[in-house]
């Protein structure tokens, strides 16, 4: 079954780029979806199609995908931005959702 | 704005059956162009998808879960449901329905959660 890797966690200044990896075999053929998710909330997404944003959330959410790795890029992360994130692809071969395990982006 | 409330008993005893229904508003699960889905996650983990409906019954199911999984849809009240046989306290976790969107579109609207607990 197709898997998604992400790094437990990922720390960033205020201000500073955030940026969260999310690797899989040749993912870059896929589409990529990332959701935001607070304590105590449902996840929200944030980019889908590799680099697109849904209405309303902020141009400092970017996205890319390429070769193994999808990136979702955080610019001038405020507090607010803290929050797990994951990643999510359909694997057509296995007719599967998949997620990655989550990262956990805290702002210090 | 489309809006989806998970419903159902918060408690269930082992090897019984897990049932729960999302009641969907504002947006018709008939329709087309979505794929109706359910989601788990159990305290302090991940996000695991547990399958989901597109209109006319087409059904797609977790394979570590398949056996077990049914999810049927009712277009006369808008809803669809989930039926998980057998639990364990494995299968204790907060559920999710969710709106999938079609042509890689991403799940663009979530239901708030509704915590499941399986326990004698």
């Known amino acids: 079954s197709y898997v998604l890797t992400q790094a437990p966690s990922v720390s960033v200044a205020p201000g500073q780029t955030a940026t969260i990896p999310c690797g899989g075999d040749k993912v870059g053929s896929k589409s990529v979806h990332w959701y935001q998710q607070k304590p105590g909330q449902a996840p929200v997404l944030v980019v889908y199609d590799d680099t697109d944003r849904p209405s309303g959330i902020p141009e400092r959410f970017s996205g890319s995908n390429s070769g193994n790795t999808a990136t979702l890029t955080i610019s001038r992360v405020e507090t607010g931005d803290e929050a797990d994130y994951y990643c999510q692809v359909w694997d057509t071969r296995d007719a599967h959702m998949v997620f990655g395990g989550g990262t956990k982006l805290t702002v210090l | 704005q489309v809006q989806l409330q998970e419903s159902g008993p918060g408690l269930v005893k082992p090897s019984q059956t897990l049932s729960l229904t999302c009641t969907v508003s504002?947006?018709?699960?008939?329709?087309?162009?979505?794929?109706w889905t359910w989601i788990r996650q159990p305290a302090g983990k991940g996000l695991e998808w547990i399958g989901r409906?597109?209109?006319?019954?087409?059904?797609y199911y977790n394979s570590s879960l398949k056996s077990r999984v049914t999810i049927s849809e009712d277009t006369s009240k808008n809803q669809f449901s989930l039926r998980l046989s057998s639990v364990t306290a494995a299968d204790t976790a907060l559920y999710y329905c969710?709106?999938?969107?079609?042509?890689?579109?991403?799940?663009?609207?979530w239901g708030q959660g509704t915590l499941v607990t399986v326990s004698s």
């Open positions: 969710a709106r999938e969107r079609t042509r890689s579109k991403g799940i663009d609207f």
């Open positions: 409906i597109y209109t006319g019954g087409n059904t």
């Open positions: 504002g947006a018709s699960i008939s329709s087309g162009g979505s794929f």
